[in-house]
């Protein structure tokens, strides 16, 4: 098994390589998509948000309400720090549940959005970084997303720098590019996995 994350700042089209990488063959655990299972209504985690923030982060029909938590913890370290030591643990227990459930030879991409912040490069066997360019980014984010161009700017100023984020990557994927060449640029990176994955399994004699 080969154990790689996938990160990239928020409009590099990180998303998009994902699903390439997951049309090529490699099985995906998306970080996103476990953090919100994690605090669905009826889970311990949920329960745990509530108690350390009360139920006016809930909506209506009992769920979580995600723009109301996040005005809370948005720009205040200290109330961030509680709801991470409250998710973070629940994504990385069903993360690994899930790796442990992939095939012995897969290559298994860990899509994870605050990987260099987080410093969880070495969880890894190798880093993807899906790069842009800022103005890249801003554009997607404004005429993509719907996004205010203050609000893009403050998204991605919370976020690791570009440099930062190059620093741990093992290999760069450039999407500052037509969708036809990143296509071929993951197909080709996909090969590189494949070869890496071969080599790191034992031979039938060991």
């Known amino acids: 098994m080969l154990k790689v994350g996938l990160t990239g700042g928020i409009g590099a089209g990180k998303s998009e390589v994902s699903r ?85 030879d897969a290559v298994v991409l860990h899509d994870v959005p605050l990987l260099t912040e987080n410093g969880l490069a070495p969880l890894y066997d190798l880093v993807i970084v899906v790069d842009a360019d800022p103005g890249t980014q801003l554009d997607r984010l404004v005429r993509l997303r719907g996004m205010t161009e203050e609000d893009a700017r403050a998204r991605m100023a919370a976020q690791a720098t570009r440099e930062q984020r190059r620093r741990i990557a093992d290999i760069v994927i450039d999407n500052d590019v037509p969708l036809e060449r990143l296509e071929q640029r993951v197909k080709d990176v996909w090969a590189e996995l494949v070869r890496r994955s071969r080599a790191s399994r034992p031979s039938p004699e060991e």
């Open 20 to 104: 390439l990488l997951v049309a090529c063959g490699a099985v995906l655990i998306d970080a996103d998509r476990i953090a919100r299972e994690v605090v669905a209504p009826g889970t311990p985690g949920l329960a745990s948000v509530v108690e350390a923030f009360g139920e006016e982060i809930l909506a209506a029909d009992g769920s979580l309400d995600r723009p109301r938590l996040g005005a809370i913890v948005f720009g205040d370290p200290e109330k961030l720090a509680v709801l991470n030591s409250i998710v973070h643990p629940l994504v990385g227990a069903r993360s690994r549940e899930l790796e442990e459930a992939a095939a012995e």
